[in-house]
């Protein structure tokens, strides 16, 4: 009977302790040290949430530039279903899929050349959610972006590289262009408004 006691008293207080006493701590600790990170690492604008810099939207009109495809949820870039596509290069569903998004990204972006279009912008994440595109992909919607909003390439293209973050460390990792924080900044730069997800 005295087992049974010390056992029952060992399982409230651990409980306590690693089921409430320790994440609160850590929340805390977050809060103070990365208070950023630990909401959400949200963008705001006109004082409303314009998104997450660590999850992609769909941007699909040509004054922005656009992210990779996500195959999460129904309609992609829903962040409430967070998941790859699960299909393969032997899937044939999957190479017509690639094959439509390579014409599509070429039609879309005049001048690009089939060749040209990059492996990223046309095949989706293992979460479906990357808020990155490569700067190569990246570099080919300049033309477009700048054309759509009527300004120079130029001052498109200082925006893409002010925005590229490179490689962790100097050799980890790949380069990568964030593109919520991209497009907020063209909406910033030119007064156009917040941010329009379509």
Not at 69 to 82: C, F, K, L, V
Not at 154 to 177: D, M, W
């Amino acid at each position: 009977m005295r087992s049974i006691i010390i056992a029952i008293k060992m399982t409230v207080v651990l409980t306590v302790l690693t089921g409430i006493v320790y994440p609160l701590a850590m929340v805390g600790v977050a809060r103070i040290l990365f208070p950023s990170q630990a909401a959400g690492s949200l963008i705001y604008r006109n004082g409303a949430a314009a998104g997450s810099s660590l999850i992609a939207q769909g941007f699909k009109l040509p004054k922005y530039f656009h992210p990779r495809p996500s195959a999460a949820g129904q309609n992609g870039y829903d962040p409430t279903s967070s998941g790859g596509s699960n299909s393969g290069p032997t899937n044939k569903g999957f190479i017509d899929s690639v094959k439509q998004r390579v014409k599509a990204f070429a039609e879309e972006n005049p001048g690009v050349q089939r060749s040209q279009v990059p492996v990223d912008i046309v095949t989706a994440s293992g979460s479906g959610l990357d808020p990155e595109i490569s700067p190569a992909a990246a570099e080919l919607q300049v033309a477009r972006v700048a054309k759509a909003r009527g300004i120079s390439e130029e001052a498109v293209r200082e925006l893409v590289t002010s925005y590229t973050r490179p490689r962790l460390g100097g050799f980890l990792g790949e380069p990568g262009v964030n593109v919520l924080e991209l497009n907020l900044a063209l909406d910033d730069l030119h007064k156009s408004g917040p941010t329009a997800l379509k």
